[in-house]
């Protein structure tokens, strides 16, 4: 067998995100094939064979590559609508038009929102698809051949909705499927696309949509086919005030206990904004390792409130960071929620002590992976596990003066990404994308939004 060929990088700063947040003022980290084989303090190894590349990273801060939590691509193409609504009027307003999505506009949309990702550091993606109209093509898919195709490392979380307004849910009549449809072909997606080996580049999650979207029984036997597949379980959960409410008046309880009702908490699940948590809430995560996706971006655009973050991770619960759909926060990059969760989340009862630099950057790398159930393979530079990671400059006017590197990343303007690698594969080079057009992308997704929005507007 031929040897590993390897990249070395040196002269950087580095952050590893290690359990001891080791880092480095000067350090190296090479890589062979697509693993890390080593890192450390000052040059790499003498004698290294079959080196392919040496990037020398003076000015940089080399970090993990950034891991996305939560997402829904296909609003890339609904972006700017319903700017002033809080979540519930928001879904009322968009679900008519998001129910006419086709295979083309996912696709478009996919790219979409994976090169904005990509393109600032993100190494590792995920979507939560949960909208599948009659006869609108294969939009799993597309989703996941957009995400080949970008070269990024990806989870699809299947979703589906089968309570709708006839049943008191939010989604329109013909926007749901039937619960015996929804799960046959969330079976289906699993056994066709999820992988998982240690170096998978696309697993899938079984994700019922929220509480308001769907049956208590799709949640139950969603549960059931996650476990008998192997395969990890994703929703929303305790995103408002009005989702307590819905929960308080048809289920009796609030989120958490009907969550754990229907066999949703534990170490493989993980929701999204758990903002309206309280002390009961985060205990009963911490005792069964269910994961939070933190939105802080999305939480404030749709004025859901400021999550806990500070008391999860005081009581052990695994929390990563997420863009949310790009109809809820336009921008659709995942580094500028580094600084977003740490300013926020000042503004909560911890006040200046609520989050750090360090922090913020653990949650969007080791905390995603941990979440999606990958801290064994990604989310930290560590000999063995895979070589995703991300050269961010540092040494501009943006950045030159800010004496830390890590607070000049997370406190700083977003920092340009001189290489990305997935896989121990560039994908981003002085911030274009290697892979995909950018400009075509731009363009196809803003015809595929034109294009939705006249369908939308025939009613």
């Not at 589906?160 to 008191?168: F, L, N, V």
């Amino acid at each position: 067998m031929a040897a590993a060929q390897r990249i070395v990088i040196e002269n950087g700063a580095i952050a590893t995100v290690d359990a001891g947040d080791t880092e480095y003022a000067s350090g190296h980290v090479v890589v062979a094939g697509n693993r890390i084989e080593t890192v450390g303090a000052g040059q790499a190894p003498e004698g290294l064979e079959n080196v392919v590349r040496r990037i020398d990273a003076s000015g940089h801060l080399v970090t993990p590559g950034l891991v996305n939590t939560h997402h829904h691509f296909y609003q890339w193409i609904t972006r700017g609508l319903a700017t002033d609504h809080n979540l519930f009027n928001w879904l009322v307003a968009l679900y008519p038009t998001w129910a006419r999505i086709d295979e083309s506009m996912v696709y478009a949309a996919a790219q979409g929102s994976l090169a904005m990702m990509a393109r600032g550091g993100v190494t590792t993606a995920m979507d939560h698809h949960y909208v599948f109209p009659k006869n609108s093509g294969d939009l799993s898919g597309a989703i996941i051949r957009a995400a080949r195709e970008m070269g990024v490392r990806f989870t699809l979380a299947r979703g589906s909705m089968d309570r709708s307004e006839k049943d008191g849910g939010l989604p329109p009549d013909f926007a749901v499927e039937t619960l015996d449809g929804a799960l046959a072909a969330t079976e289906a997606t699993v056994d066709e696309h999820h992988d998982a080996s240690f170096d998978a580049m696309t697993q899938v999650a079984v994700a019922p949509c929220s509480p308001f979207s769907v049956s208590t029984e799709l949640l139950r036997q969603g549960a059931e086919l996650a476990r008998r597949k192997g395969v990890r379980l994703h929703t929303h959960g305790s995103e408002t005030v009005e989702e307590e409410k819905f929960c308080h008046e048809l289920f009796g309880m609030g989120p958490t206990d009907y969550f754990e009702s229907t066999g949703w908490l534990g170490e493989d699940v993980w929701m999204a904004h758990c903002v309206h948590m309280n002390d009961s809430d985060i205990a009963a995560f911490a005792r069964t390792r269910t994961g939070v996706a933190h939105c802080p971006s999305s939480n404030a655009r749709l004025a859901a409130g400021i999550a806990r973050v500070p008391d999860m991770l005081a009581a052990g619960v695994p929390v990563g960071l997420g863009v949310d759909g790009t109809a809820s926060n336009e921008s659709g990059e995942l580094h500028t929620e580094l600084r977003n969760a740490l300013l926020i989340n000042r503004l909560g009862a911890h006040h200046e002590a609520a989050l750090g630099a360090r922090q913020a950057l653990r949650l969007g790398t080791y905390g995603g992976a941990q979440v999606l159930g990958r801290s064994a393979e990604i989310g930290s530079l560590e000999p063995g596990k895979l070589a995703d990671l991300v050269l961010w400059k540092l040494d501009t006017l943006a950045h030159s003066s800010i004496a830390d590197p890590v607070t000049a990343l997370v406190f700083g303007a977003a920092a340009p990404v001189t290489l990305s690698l997935v896989n121990g594969e560039p994908v981003v080079e002085n911030g274009r994308l290697l892979h995909v057009d950018e400009d075509a992308i731009a363009r196809s997704t803003r015809d595929e939004a034109q294009r939705l929005a006249r369908i939308a507007a025939k009613g």
